[in-house]
């Protein structure tokens, strides 16, 4: 091969460091812009870290704290139908059936004041009422936060308006034979485990999580996943509905319903073979001269030989039918 002679490798370069400068100004804009992406996502980053920092540090507004636990032992006996029922506003809520004719609860209150008058303010405002309606237990916790029927909810108050947060934690031990009805807003889980009663378990802002269930009922939240595990079946119709959240219903074996599931962003998966149902006619509705026609939107699917209908609902979430191997 012959050797290329010195005067054209330079000649190639000088070449080279002429046309360097013109493409550059060509790509000016991608340059530019591309940095003033880069600076408006620091930009972004550095606003995201102040919001985080600033609700990290939310609580530096309610600088006078307290903390209470509540125990109390009730009997609960005499009763065909014994009941549980927690009405929650801020805070948890975990029960735990036991072998056991007694209940024991353990009550977690914590409150943050903007000052010492407004932590007086809450421990009078906000009150535990405690009641055995029936040999059962009922559980409400009262405050200008709830709503006041009579004056059409004009006279219930934020929380915030107040200058005080008060939460209370839940823990109850219940005999595992009792229905259980529980329900929290902000703030908080819902969780049962053993309870062989029927079941009401509603939140808001928060998971519900039932496990070791032998009875029928409904589990609704709104930002949140619903998980629910059953030692025996259903043995009437009940309800799960999320409208932020996976819903994954373990059922034991032999299991033999009638589902309706509806689903917006998610899909529907089932460990149990499931044969298609016919669609619900449209239900007719007269209102003074017309009539509304309202069409069921769910579809509806069988287990085996059919049985208690079983209604799932979510709008961004999967759905999940499965076997319970426990």
Request: aromatic share 8%.
């Amino acid at each position: 091969m012959r050797a290329i002679p010195f005067y054209r490798i330079l000649a190639i370069y000088v070449a080279a460091l002429l046309v360097l400068p013109l493409w550059l100004a060509a790509r000016q804009p991608f340059v530019r812009s591309a940095t003033s992406a880069l600076k408006s996502l620091g930009h972004t980053l550095q606003i995201k870290r102040a919001h985080a920092d600033l609700l990290g540090d939310s609580d530096t507004s309610f600088p006078v704290q307290d903390h209470e636990v509540i125990q109390k032992s009730f009997t609960l006996v005499g009763a065909a139908h014994r009941s549980i029922e927690v009405d929650n506003v801020f805070g948890s809520i975990e029960v735990l059936g036991e072998a056991s004719d007694q209940a024991q609860l353990v009550v977690d209150k914590t409150t943050r004041a903007e000052s010492k008058d407004a932590l007086a303010l809450a421990r009078k405002e906000v009150t535990l009422e405690i009641t055995q309606p029936d040999g059962g237990l009922k559980l409400y916790v009262d405050g200008p936060f709830r709503c006041q029927c009579e004056d059409g909810c004009r006279g219930s108050r934020h929380r915030d308006d107040a200058g005080y947060v008060v939460k209370m934690d839940f823990e109850l031990h219940v005999p595992s034979n009792v229905d259980v009805k529980v329900k929290t807003v902000n703030e908080g889980r819902v969780i049962v485990r053993n309870v062989t009663g029927n079941f009401i378990a509603r939140n808001v802002n928060g998971d519900i999580e039932l496990d070791g269930m032998a009875g029928s009922g409904l589990a609704h939240t709104v930002n949140g996943p619903v998980k629910v595990s059953f030692r025996q079946n259903p043995r009437e119709n009940s309800s799960f509905e999320s409208v932020n959240g996976n819903i994954d219903l373990l059922f034991a074996r032999g299991l033999s319903a009638d589902f309706r599931f509806k689903t917006f962003n998610g899909g529907v998966y089932s460990d149990f073979p499931v044969t298609t149902m016919p669609l619900q006619a449209p239900q007719a509705e007269r209102h003074g001269g017309k009539v509304v026609y309202h069409a069921d939107r769910f579809t509806a699917g069988r287990v085996s030989a059919g049985g208690p209908e079983i209604k799932i609902e979510n709008l961004n979430g999967d759905i999940r039918i499965l076997e319970n191997h426990e």
